[in-house]
């Protein structure tokens, strides 16, 4: 009695998340399969079209594979956003005067509105009286080169999204910066007693130490590069060329300016199967490098 | 053997005192990296407020003019005026209290259940749970959209606010790592005494994490502040658009002046950076216990 009592209030306590995830997340799944293998737009009901969805997408020259292979350019982010991120938390680690200060000025970025950072970074990389070619400019002269177009050019409005997200770096350096903190300091006494010095260090204790952090952020970025909305909608609407045509963007295209709901839910369900395998792709790898602490063998 | 013990003396000083001196170039360099790292992080922002403060004929220079000369603070009041600012902001401070209030309340609860209760299939569900925190939302965005347009919801807050009533699986993770630190003796007291697990909930467990409530309530209000992709999707009357959208068809419409586009991003930040001025541990607090950005 007392056992089933303890069980239904188990049930009631988590009964508004268990709504919401069925509402929200279950039913919205199960909906889209069923939608991908229809002609579905919105106005009219959805009429089964088999495959018809998928294979339409799958041989799609022109906007679907550009978009998926745009996104897979994208994922170069990750391990500079990685390198770049952990070099700074390690250098914030240092427990020297003015340090909090620092760790707040990388910190803003990150928090200020995607929206504004858009319209901020559209006046950043402006080619003409930007402020980033306004610094490259005098620097590649002497050369006899000409900076980049940035988001005029097809070649390089890529780079200059990922250089745009890398500004926004500072919300992972926190995180790394929580678990750096955390690796116990007998481990580097012990260390040091062994002959170490701060690169060993690094790289014998700290990186295992917070290796399952930097896995989990690594999923995070795949996942997240998949979703990369947007920055892209405000500042080029997928051009020049459709060379900024991201996955999530053409997705929206399809539901919402063009009405086909088959389509946005097809590539709904393939961004679905596609973050599994990205999640089991990493954990799989992981187990070669990733330490646990607590975990023997 | 006397000497040879001062000239080891002497050694040991000479290697401390190199050391010393090592230690201080070093944090020398630390220093000099840190400043460097932080003027590129922020002249973006100092480019921003030094262009909303420029006239239109100073905005296309050679060189970048850091300080504008002349000052015109009327861009402020101009970007204001050209949208309608104040009306944007009362409509998201509306959703972002709903969304507070909702992500507070029903994520509480959860994470009560998950944290300090024991019960058949509490273990299954939590994972399900985590799981759900690395969906992207586009994968249940389409169906969500269909369902509350057949509702007739469209065009109003409801798609907004209604959600985060049902909890949000970060935020349940974020109270139940900080639930869990909490004393497990404090809840068993209280359950000799005869409490029911509703009273310990409200008058032990609450007022015991309101620090980590807090936490929430802020990532639950950055987020809904700097949401883009809902208000797009489901406002339709332009008399409702949140600042985040406002902004964007503000950009639409006044493509080449900058100066008025930086005071009118100035204009959407600031609120922002004081906010997190003034909560600026409550965030690492969140992201310490999660290792997860809101």
Redesign the interface.
């Known amino acids: 009695m007392r056992e089933r009592q ?2 239904v ?13 069925f ?3 279950l ?3 199960l ?2 399969l069923y ?1 991908s293998f229809c002609d579905y737009r ?1 106005l009219s009901p959805p009429k089964w079209v088999g495959l018809a969805n998928y294979v339409a997408l799958l041989t799609d020259r022109d906007y679907f594979l550009p978009s998926l292979w745009n996104t897979f350019f994208m994922l170069i982010e990750l391990p500079l956003a990685l390198i770049i991120g952990l070099t ?1 938390a390690l ?2 680690n ?1 427990k ?1 005067p003015g ?1 909090g200060v ?1 760790r ?13 950072v858009a ?6 990389l402006n080619p ?2 930007g ?1 980033l070619n ?1 610094i490259l400019t005098p620097l590649l002269a002497p050369f006899g080169l000409q900076p980049p177009g940035w988001l005029a050019d097809p070649k390089w409005s890529k780079p200059a999204f990922i250089m745009m997200d890398l ?1 926004a770096v ?3 350096v ?2 790394y910066l ?2 750096l903190q955390n690796v116990p300091a007998h481990l580097y006494e012990a260390a040091e007693i062994d002959g170490a010095g701060a690169w060993h260090k690094t790289v014998h204790v700290t990186l295992p130490m917070i290796s399952p ?1 930097i896995f ?1 952020n690594l ?2 970025g795949v ?1 997240w590069t ?2 990369y ?2 920055q892209t ?2 500042m080029t609407q997928g051009g020049p060329q459709n060379s900024t045509l991201f996955y ?1 963007l053409y ?2 295209y399809n ?2 300016r063009d009405f086909r ?1 088959g389509h ?2 097809a ?3 393939i ?2 199967i596609l ?1 599994l395998i990205a ?1 089991l792709v990493v954990f799989r790898t992981s187990a070669r490098w990733v330490y646990y602490e607590g975990e023997r063998g | 053997m006397a000497t040879e013990t001062a000239s080891r003396g002497n050694q040991l000083a000479h290697w401390r005192h190199s050391k010393v001196w090592r230690k201080r170039i070093a944090v020398t360099v630390v220093y000099l990296v840190l400043i460097a790292l932080s003027i590129s992080f922020l002249a973006p922002f100092a480019l921003m407020v030094s262009t909303s403060l420029k006239t239109e004929e100073r905005i296309f220079t050679e060189t970048i003019e850091w300080i504008p000369n002349p000052i015109r603070w009327q861009n402020y009041a101009e970007a204001l005026q050209s949208f309608p600012f104040l009306l944007y902001l009362r409509n998201t401070l509306f959703v972002c209290a709903l969304v507070v209030v909702g992500t507070v309340l029903s994520s509480a609860l959860p994470a009560y259940g998950f944290a300090r209760l024991r019960w058949k299939g509490r273990d299954v569900l939590f994972l399900i749970m985590l799981a759900t925190i690395m969906l992207p939302a586009q994968v249940t965005m389409l169906p969500v959209f269909v369902m509350f347009r057949n509702l007739g919801w469209t065009g109003t807050y409801l798609p907004l606010v209604v959600p985060p009533f049902f909890g949000s699986a970060f935020a349940i993770f974020l109270l139940r790592q900080f639930f869990l630190t909490i004393p497990q003796e404090l809840s068993d007291a209280a359950r000799i005494d005869g409490c029911s697990e509703w009273r310990i909930f409200w008058q032990i467990i609450v007022p015991l994490s309101v620090p980590a409530l807090a936490t929430v309530a802020l990532f639950a209000f950055i987020g809904a502040w700097t949401d883009f992709i809902n208000p797009l999707v489901y406002l339709t009357d332009e008399n409702t658009y949140t600042l985040a959208v406002g902004l964007q068809t503000f950009v639409g419409r006044h493509s080449s002046e900058w100066n008025l586009l930086m005071a009118a991003a100035t204009v959407v930040t600031l609120p922002l950076m004081v906010v997190f001025f003034f909560t600026q541990k409550l965030f690492i607090e969140g992201i310490t216990l999660t290792g997860i950005k809101g």
């Open positions: 303890r069980n209030q188990g049930w009631l306590f988590v009964s508004p998340w268990l709504i919401g995830f509402l929200f997340t039913y919205p799944i909906a889209s939608y919105v700074m250098l914030l240092h020297i340090i620092f707040t000025i990388y910190y803003l970025p990150s928090i200020m509105p995607v929206v504004a319209v901020l970074w559209l006046w950043v003409q009286y402020l306004a500004w500072g919300g992972s926190v995180i929580a678990s952090v989990y999923i995070m996942i998949f979703q909305f947007t909608f405000i999530a997705l929206f539901a919402f709901m946005a839910c590539m709904a369900w961004l679905f973050t999640t």
